[in-house]
């Protein structure tokens, strides 16, 4: 099992450039997930999908939108991207309820 | 929404047993308490998790207070490989609260 890959591993964006981030698993899992992380700093919810066909805004929303394509994947599409959007992304995935979360190796995005 | 507070850093000798604090005095009755990991340059891996009862896994055991507002990750003997950034997080719902962690830093 690959578990949960994402795709590209590294990304240069131009201000105000779009893109999509994928991500896959392959545990049949129910639950997905989107996370940020600056440097030096802990984890930070952008979206999750619960379970396939719903998504729930995170901590941190604003100027993402997520596509549950099916059960096992999960993409995020930055619309225009911003320098503040510079960071690593990780997708995850858990049987419901959040616990015990599947990370993927990540996505280094600077946006410049 | 309930945070966690944990040291900075903490440095052990390798093949020593570490003991990693983590406070949670806002935790409500219903929050896990979850225990991650990040080695550099990966994603998170989770550890283990606990409610009210102290736990064990093959990776390490989880000792959490009686009034459960502080918990202890256990590494029974350390090595070089557990050299990483140890989170405490409580999970409100679906979602995980992370701090900045703690960085283990492991003396051969």
């Known amino acids: 099992n690959a578990g949960v890959t994402q795709t590209p591993k590294f990304q240069v964006l131009k201000t105000g450039q779009s893109m999509t981030l994928q991500c896959a698993q392959d545990?049949?899992?129910?639950?997905m997930y989107w996370y940020r992380q600056d440097p030096g700093m802990g984890l930070r919810l952008i979206y999750y999908s619960a379970s396939e066909g719903t998504t729930d805004k995170g901590e941190v929303p604003n100027g993402y939108n997520v596509s549950r394509l099916n059960k096992r994947e999960f993409s995020l599409r930055l619309e225009s991207a911003a320098p503040s959007q510079t960071s690593v992304y990780f997708c995850?995935?858990?049987?419901?309820?959040?616990?015990?979360?599947?990370f993927g190796p990540g996505t280094r995005l600077t946006v410049t | 929404d309930a945070k966690t507070t944990q040291p900075n850093s903490m440095e052990s000798n390798e093949e020593e047993p570490v003991h990693l604090p983590c406070n949670h005095s806002?935790?409500?009755?219903?929050?896990?308490i979850h225990w991650y990991r990040q080695l550099p340059s990966q994603g998170p891996e989770y550890v283990i998790h606990?409610?009210?009862?102290?736990v064990n896994n093959r990776m390490a055991s989880l000792a959490i207070a009686e009034d459960r507002k502080s918990s202890t990750l256990i590494l029974h003997r350390a090595t070089l490989r557990d050299a990483a950034v140890y989170y405490c997080i409580l999970r409100d719902n679906y979602q995980l609260i992370w701090g900045a962690g703690t960085k283990l830093i492991i003396k051969p």
């Open positions: 995850a995935s858990s049987e419901a309820g959040g616990l015990s979360q599947y």
């Open positions: 545990m049949n899992h129910n639950s």
């Open positions: 606990g409610l009210t009862s102290n």
């Open positions: 806002t935790i409500s009755g219903t929050d896990y």
